[in-house]
């Protein structure tokens, strides 16, 4: 059964999306099943096409006991311009969301995206540790590992709030309200882009790629200043983790040099799901938006991380003797246990020790993969 926007005819129908907001609903438009869902359907229509039945089962769950919304792309574009928050500055200082809003939007950014070999992925960098953000560049699936239960959750979650596969679904047509045309979430969401710093590259698939635009500024004639949200199933804690903020500067500086724009400002912004979960009671996600300098200290630590992690990792791969003692070390503090990757990992480590090979040679065997940069590159 899909469902689209229309004329009430069956009472008795409910859209089972039970953990999605759906503003066509409120407003009694919702008609489950008629068959304009072909050419333009409502969110049901979406997720019962790119979502799996058992993954889209797995994420309803999800969402009833950890009592969190997955709202539409389109919505978070309407919260950022018509709420209000903390918008945190560097050097502690913040500034009012709605005062910013004031004097410009935030809007979606349409670029065609820009795809390259790389080193490195933006999204390594929200893990903690070296080891982990070299299993981070490599599919489990790869290795003969089913994507476990979170990541399918994870992945069905993205799909439904940025993802569509006609060119039109009712979604897009929210952002009138923000007095521009309707945009498909094809032009601005999981768009590739490419980062070049010192001979490293990182490659970055942006969730929402977005721009503040100044009132004086014509949408699709002028670029403003360049943003990224990335939606994450974490619950929100107080402060934004440094792992969110380094991988949301490696966003940032990507769009602007994969677009050849400059951005004086950047703005990087995570939306996760409210913390203490209360079951069934589908909340909505809270935010951290910050407001970063082009030649800030973000920036400048993002620059440092990159250049350090490129380094360890060549190190973690070409020396076998290193590998195994920074395993042996994240084993007795505990950290192995609940490692995301400790499958992957203890299965590799084990083809590496019994060929005697690093694990360079051990996975480039295995995968057809880039690896970081056996040498520094120039500073
Ligand atoms: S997503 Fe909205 S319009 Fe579509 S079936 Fe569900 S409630 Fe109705
Ligand atoms: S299991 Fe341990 S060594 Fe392997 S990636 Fe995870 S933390 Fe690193």
Redesign the pocket.
């Known amino acids: 059964m899909t469902?689209?926007?229309g004329n009430q005819t069956d009472k008795d129908d409910k859209?089972p999306?039970t953990f999605?907001p759906?503003i066509?609903?409120d407003a009694g438009?919702?008609?489950?099943g008629i068959p304009s869902q072909e050419v333009k359907?409502?969110?049901?229509?979406v997720a019962e096409t790119l979502v799996k039945k058992e993954d889209l089962a797995a994420l309803t769950k999800d969402a009833h006991e950890n009592g969190y919304k997955a709202l539409a792309i389109e919505y978070h574009h309407l919260r950022f311009n018509k709420a209000d928050t903390i918008v945190e500055l560097e050097h502690r200082y913040t500034q009012s969301l709605k005062k910013l809003t004031d004097t410009g939007q935030f809007l979606p950014l349409p670029f065609k995206g820009l795809r390259e070999k790389s080193q490195h992925r933006a999204s390594e960098f929200a893990k903690k540790y070296h080891c982990q953000r070299i299993f981070s560049k490599i599919g489990h699936e790869e290795l003969g590992f089913p994507d476990n239960l979170l990541a399918r959750i994870g992945t069905s979650f993205h799909a439904v709030c940025n993802q569509q596969q006609l060119p039109w679904i009712?979604e897009n047509d929210m952002l009138v309200a923000l007095g521009i045309e309707p945009i498909s979430r094809k032009m601005y969401c999981e768009v590739p882009l490419l980062y070049n710093y010192k001979d490293i590259a990182t490659s970055i698939h942006a969730d929402d790629l977005l721009q503040f635009l100044p009132n004086e500024l014509e949408f699709g004639k002028d670029i403003g200043d360049i943003g990224v949200h990335d939606m994450k199933r974490k619950a929100y804690s107080t402060h934004e983790e440094k792992g969110h903020k380094m991988q949301l500067a490696a966003n940032v500086l990507g769009a602007e040099q994969s677009i050849g724009v400059k951005s004086k400002w950047f703005y990087i912004i995570t939306s996760k799901r409210p913390r203490k979960a209360v079951v069934g009671r589908h909340r909505l996600p809270e935010y951290h938006i910050g407001k970063i300098a082009r030649e800030g200290i973000t920036v400048e630590d993002f620059h440092s991380l990159l250049v350090d992690t490129n380094k360890e990792q060549a190190q973690l791969l070409d020396d076998r003797v290193y590998w195994n003692s920074n395993k042996e070390k994240l084993t007795k503090k505990g950290i192995c246990g609940n490692c995301f990757d400790k499958d992957t990992c203890n299965y590799v480590t084990g083809i590496m020790n019994e060929n005697r090979q690093s694990m360079r040679e051990t996975l480039e065997d295995t995968l057809d993969i880039v690896l970081p940069n056996k040498e520094l590159p120039a500073q």
């Open positions: 469902g689209s926007p859209c999306l999605y759906c066509f609903k438009e919702c008609t489950l359907p409502c969110m049901l229509g009712h």
